[in-house]
Nanobody, 115 residues
Framework: QVQLVESGGGLVQPGGSLRLSCAASGSSFRFSVMGWYRQAPGKQREFVASIIDSGTTNYGESVKGRFTISRDNAKNTVFLQMNSLKPEDTAVYYC?????????WGQGTQVTVSS
């Protein structure tokens, strides 16, 4: 029974920062890829960032240099540090866990960047 629990979303001003968290239960970080996707109103789902067990990371082009993904293996948790936020970052952010042939998603958390 894999479950992903997200937290940290909210309202922030342009140029501000937020830190998202996603805790996984019923699984582990072993041989898994964890990441974040987002979807803005009227737009397709967009890849944001991912991280594997060894710590190797990948980022979507639109967030490179501003967002940082990390893992806490002891707590089976993935984080997304978002800096220099822009209004175009406004979206629902979804946590993702991929392990073997299975794919799991969180419920999504709203991030709104507005003055």
């Amino acid at each position: 029974q894999v479950q992903l629990v997200e937290s940290g979303g909210g309202l922030v001003q342009p140029g501000g920062s937020l830190r998202l968290s996603c805790a996984a239960s019923g699984s582990s970080f072993r041989f898994s890829v964890m990441g974040w996707y987002r979807q803005a109103p009227g737009k397709q789902r967009e890849f944001v960032a991912s991280i594997i067990d060894s710590g190797t990371t990948n980022y979507g082009e639109s967030v490179k240099g501003r967002f940082t993904i990390s893992r806490d293996n002891a707590k089976n948790t993935v984080f997304l540090q978002m800096n220099s936020l822009k209004p175009e970052d406004t979206a629902v952010y979804y946590c993702n866990l991929r392990q073997l042939a299975k794919n799991y998603w969180g419920q999504g958390t709203q991030v709104t960047v507005s003055s």
